[in-house]
């Protein structure tokens, strides 16, 4: 069993920045995708970028140029770094995690943080 435990969120200005962390622990293979997904208010949870063990990233476009993530793999954890924040970006942060069952497969299992709020005022 894996869990996800998120940090690092938070109110800040428009403008300013936050750092989230997610720490995984737990039977994690090393083969595996992690991201980090929001969901605002009324709206559907919705991806934000994510990387894979070897380190390939994806961005939503509203965030390209803002943030960035990163990874340490031999500490499990995942990072989001975020710029440039505006009031749009206020929601709750989820770190999530697909771990493949072995390096030849192409099934995995989904595992959830339960999320960290970050609101931006304005």
């Known amino acids: 069993q894996v869990q996800l435990v998120e940090s690092g969120g938070g109110l800040v200005q428009a403008g300013g920045s936050l750092r989230l962390s997610c720490a995984a622990s737990?039977?994690?293979?090393?083969?595996?995708?992690m991201g980090w997904y929001r969901q605002a208010p009324g709206k559907e949870r919705e991806l934000v970028a994510s990387i894979t063990s070897g380190g390939v990233t994806n961005y939503a476009d509203s965030v390209k140029g803002r943030f960035t993530i990163s990874r340490e793999n031999a500490k499990n954890a995942v990072y989001l770094q975020m710029n440039s924040l505006t009031p749009e970006d206020t929601a709750v942060y989820y770190c999530k995690a697909n771990v493949y069952r072995s390096y030849s497969s192409s099934s995995y299992t989904v595992y959830w943080g339960q999320g960290t709020q970050v609101t931006v005022s304005s």
């Open positions: 737990g039977s994690i293979f090393s083969r595996n995708v």
